[in-house]
């Protein structure tokens, strides 16, 4: 009887050697190249070079050794089909049963800090994907294995039925294409960055399950989390978790957003987050100051809520954070202390995030039914705008930072949004409303008399003045917004009457 053909070429060489001679128990003979020939040779396994295969020599620095008929003849014979098993007889050429192939590590390499593009264009693997994708069509005959979480599958099958079963096969198989799918496609990203395409014809991104969910953001939705491969590290996806339970859905969601916020201050801040907006946020000379801020500008809202902070958090603030019910806390690190305080409640999540590692060229995805948009991500700030102040009255140094606070917070609140806010805390915010002057009112009546003496910022320009007159109503001495309406001489017009002071920065900040 004919033995059966195994042919392994991997990178990734975890369980290789136990797994190859599994095979040999199985009354395989196993073909081999490179790297994997050796690493089997020298564990004592008989092995069988490609050379001696392909009758051909591997060249060019090992770039081409396994693309030969003698290989894909033996991968994509249909092997119960007479003139497929005829022509392959007639050419000497011998079936292959069993491919085990991972790729050239491409992703490690672009990993590194200091890779060249030489470098990364010879970590291109191209026989390893041939070899998958010709086994993975034929998977009716033969197994295909790109994963070594599968080598226990496949010699369990071989152990007890002589063969794994189609359903095996095809899930193998149908899990190579994904991995190739997924290999090209941080290729395919890698090469468009590189020539400086921003909107390519095509858009192939790929993600990787990292964890699944109970549920989305209902119980009745399915869901999961994936992760970008090379994505940024300063998000909820790399992520370190140090206590609590799994986060879900509306809490990825919800710390993503506090993240993005938290991002724009570089004195000590801190933002409570509810349904992917802020609720408080605070500025101030400690991080306990700026939580303390945070936590008063809605003491209520709060309560099961999101908090992020951009310093450590120590040992003081812990105990006040402490004091209420939270659902996660991110920050840069914690201290021993503040951890031991902070642990004491068995589902709090306490997550550390490196606060140094924004990507500015991260990309937002946002999928519609049965398509995709892609954006930017908002990261323009007063530093890039082009600020005038059209009202007789110009700024104060305390309204300028008050104005620069409310403006860094806005473009983070749903549309229509309105914040009111100190120099260094939110008094309301105003998020999701149909109609502005709506969003003004709510965030007012959240203020209450802090609105006397602060300031109010606004997303989007005015259409009417009737935003103005409520907020010169609630004692806001200045405004921000973008300007840009035809009626924007109606708002001057009001604020200067009510002595009020406006800010346009000609940038809107829409958030849907």
Known sequence: ?????????????????????????????????????????????????????????????????????????????????????????????????????????????????????????????????????????NHQYVTVVVDPADYATVIEEFSTEGNTTFATRQKLAAKVFRHTAAYDALIAEYMTELTGEELPEKLTVTYELKQALRYG??????????????????????????????????????????????????????????????????????????????????????????????????????????????????????????LEILKAKKNIRLLTVPFDEIDEKELRYTSIEGGMLVQDYDRHTLEHANVTVPTKRQPTEEEWQALKFGWKVVKHVKSNAIVVNGKDQTFGVGAGQTNRVGAANIALEQAGEKATGAVLASDAFFPFNDTVETAAKAGITAIIQPGGSIRDEDSIKLADEYGITMVFTGVRHFKH
Do not use: W
């Open 217 to 338: 953001e209902n119980p009745h939705q399915k869901a999961a989390f994936y992760q970008k491969p090379l994505g940024s590290k300063f998000s909820i996806a790399n992520a370190t978790q140090l206590h609590g339970k799994e986060l879900s859905y509306n809490n990825i969601n919800d710390a993503a957003t506090a993240l993005q916020i938290v991002a724009e201050f570089d004195e000590p801040a801190a933002v409570a987050i509810k349904h992917m907006n802020p609720c408080g946020v605070g500025t101030g000379s400690t991080i306990f100051d700026a939580y303390v801020k945070a936590f008063e500008a809605d003491p209520v809202s709060i309560f099961g809520g999101i908090v992020a902070l951009n310093r450590e958090v120590d040992k003081a603030t812990a105990e006040k954070l402490h004091e209420i019910f939270l659902e996660i806390i991110i920050a840069p690190s914690f201290s021993e202390e503040a």
């Open 1 to 137: 009887m004919t033995k059966k053909r195994a042919l392994i070429s991997v990178s990734d060489k975890t369980g290789i050697v136990d797994f190859a001679k599994k095979l040999l128990e199985l009354d395989f003979e196993i073909i081999s190249t490179g790297g994997t020939y050796k690493a089997l040779e020298e564990a004592g396994v008989p092995v069988i070079g490609i050379s001696e295969v392909t009758n051909f020599p591997e060249i060019l620095e090992g770039r081409v050794k396994t693309l030969h008929p003698n290989i894909h003849g033996g991968l994509l014979a249909k092997l119960g089909d007479e003139n497929h098993a005829k022509q392959i007889a007639d050419l000497n050429i011998k079936p292959i049963n069993l491919v085990c192939v991972n790729l050239y590590p491409f992703k490690q390499t672009i990993e590194k800090p200091d890779v060249t593009v030489d470098e990364a264009i010879e970590n291109i693997d191209i026989g390893g994907p041939s070899m998958l994708r010709s086994a993975a069509k």
